[in-house]
């Protein structure tokens, strides 16, 4: 939670840094009422992705840090501002991660994933947005979702509704409830649990206190004593599937931790890019399989399987492997990780 939009704007700036961290935005706020404290409930569906800060230059890049952390959850990690360089500039600050562009990022590194349709489906979409959110979570995608802020008009950037009516970005990463998974209804004790960009507290929130109210273009959402929430007609999601790629049928599940992993260095500020050490887990293995681990450090080349590409393969002694890369890549790149059965075919130059 990092984003609140200054209300006054300077007419000779179409592009102001209107996001700034509140003032409230620290450790006991955020955990406030015991809402990063796990609850014991009887199911749950976790992905495990590393938290982190995001980069707070250039109008955020929350958008950009949420979609970086969903992507650890199928093996791949792609810098904050190789986010932004796959898409188009739709408002705020250049290529700022938005409702209006961030698809064609994703599409652009590759990236399978499923949006919820906020421009299709009919308003409200409160439920049938909170529906949409529990299934992927229950499948195990991570999910960046756009929500607001108590006090901050809508929509930014003088966009048109629906694109502007959100002020952050972050990522969901699991759902918790008293019920079993694969019980579709939404019910209102159901948990969601996500990141705020904002360091390494987990927060759950349950599905009936999400909803924001909003009454109308340029008035402020009112969203409780949460301070955050859904968007409320509409809302905005895009769950990480997985890669989009020829070979995906071949491939078992990975996610990705790196080290160091709770910021990047800002590149856009100045910084200058470190080296990052992966660590791979692959998942859904059969015990005596054989399987190769390949590793790309860009995205032009990511999903050619060649024998350049390969790093490890290795026969499953369970349904888990864990893969330490000896090698490094740097923090500014997009480098992608993928586990295939050796038997898969490939043809390998």
């Known amino acids: 939670m990092l984003h609140l939009l200054l209300q006054a704007h300077a007419a000779s700036s179409p592009a102001l840094d ?15 009422n015991g809402l990063c404290e796990k609850p014991n409930m009887k199911y749950e569906r976790i992905a495990p ?3 982190g800060v995001q980069w707070m230059d250039a109008g955020g890049y929350c958008g950009s840090w949420a979609s970086q952390r969903a992507l650890l959850s199928v093996g791949a990690w792609v810098s904050q501002q190789a986010v932004r360089d796959a898409t188009s500039p739709c408002g705020g600050h250049d290529n700022e991660i938005l409702s209006c562009n961030i698809a064609e990022a994703l599409k652009n590194l590759k990236i399978d994933f499923e949006a919820f349709d906020f421009e299709g489906t009919p308003l409200p979409q409160t439920d049938a947005y909170l529906k949409w959110l529990k299934s992927q979570l229950v499948a195990g995608r991570a999910v960046a979702w756009m929500i607001l802020w108590s006090g901050q008009s809508y929509p930014i950037y003088h966009l048109t509704p629906p694109s502007g009516m959100y002020g952050h970005v972050e990522p969901v990463i699991g759902i918790q ?5 694969n019980d579709t209804t939404v019910y209102d004790d159901d948990k969601v649990v996500h990141y705020t960009d904002a360091g390494t507290n987990t927060v759950y929130r349950t599905m009936s206190s999400l909803p924001c109210k909003w009454a109308g273009e340029g008035h402020s959402a009112d969203c409780g ?4 929430g859904l968007g409320n007609p509409w809302g905005f999601g895009w769950a990480v599937k997985g890669f989009a790629d020829e070979r995906a049928a071949d491939a ?11 910021s990047e260095p800002d590149t856009r500020s100045g910084a200058q890019p470190e080296a990052l050490k992966g660590t791979l887990t692959a998942t859904g293995l059969e015990k005596g399989a054989a399987y190769d681990v390949y590793r790309w450090n860009n995205v032009t080349t990511a999903f050619t399987y060649g024998a350049a590409f390969k790093r490890a393969s290795f026969t499953a002694t369970g349904d888990k492997y864990v893969y330490v890369d ?9 480098t992608y990780y993928r586990v295939l059965k050796a038997s898969a075919g490939v043809v390998e130059a």
């Open 49 to 51: 992705i590393q938290p």
């Open 18 to 32: 209107e996001m700034k961290m509140p003032a409230w935005v620290n450790e006991s706020t955020i955990c406030s």
């Open 326 to 334: 000896d090698e490094t890549f740097r923090s500014d790149s997009a």
């Open 225 to 228: 004593w949460h301070k955050y």
């Open 252 to 262: 078992v599940p990975a996610y990705l931790h790196v080290q160091p992993w709770k």
């Open 177 to 181: 409830s008293n019920h079993p998974l």
